[in-house]
């Protein structure tokens, strides 16, 4: 059971090891790659051959054009999560390459750390009891952060 996260890039590396960290709470292991679909198409899909025959999810991290997605999730069948880094440059228009995938084709599309390794665990959670209680952690304690919230603002 691990998280392959494959970057397009070392620029992506802060963004990837933020998801690695956040991975840590779940209980989930993961590795860290760079390939890019638009450049060394041939090392992108030997990394996915590389880790397919073991549990993984891939997480894909591509900014500007995201091919390495699309590219990923057409060239395995374990799940393939696109979690590019949100810039506001350009409009943050880049988001728009990682929506409207050809037929066939399903990379699922989660922005933000903290939200893609959630996305990670709740796959991981259909097998595993352990990550299954701390995916529950997780959501208790964010409710119970509103419920703080909701305390202090009334007192204000
Ligand atoms: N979107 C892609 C792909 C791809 O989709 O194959 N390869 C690199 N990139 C992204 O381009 C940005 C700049 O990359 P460079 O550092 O190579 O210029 C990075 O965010 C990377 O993920």
Do not use: C, W
């Amino acid at each position: 059971m691990k998280a392959v996260i494959i970057m397009g890039s070392k620029s992506d590396i802060d963004y990837g090891k933020k998801i690695a960290e956040k991975l840590k709470f779940f209980g989930i292991d993961s590795v860290l790659r760079i390939a890019s679909a638009h450049k060394t198409p041939e090392k992108a899909l030997k990394i996915l051959k590389e880790y397919e025959d073991d549990d993984v999810v891939f997480v894909t991290i591509a900014g500007r054009s995201n091919a390495l997605s699309g590219f990923a999730d057409a060239n395995t069948f374990r799940p393939v999560i696109a979690s590019p880094p949100v810039s506001d440059k350009f409009a943050g228009m880049d988001l728009l390459s990682s929506i409207n995938m050809p037929s066939g084709v399903a990379p699922m599309l989660v922005i933000y750390a903290e939200n893609t390794a959630l996305a990670v665990a709740k796959i991981f959670a259909l097998k595993s009891r352990k990550v299954a209680e701390k995916v529950k952690e997780y959501q208790r304690k964010k409710k119970e952060e509103i419920e703080r919230a909701d305390e202090e603002a009334k007192s204000i």
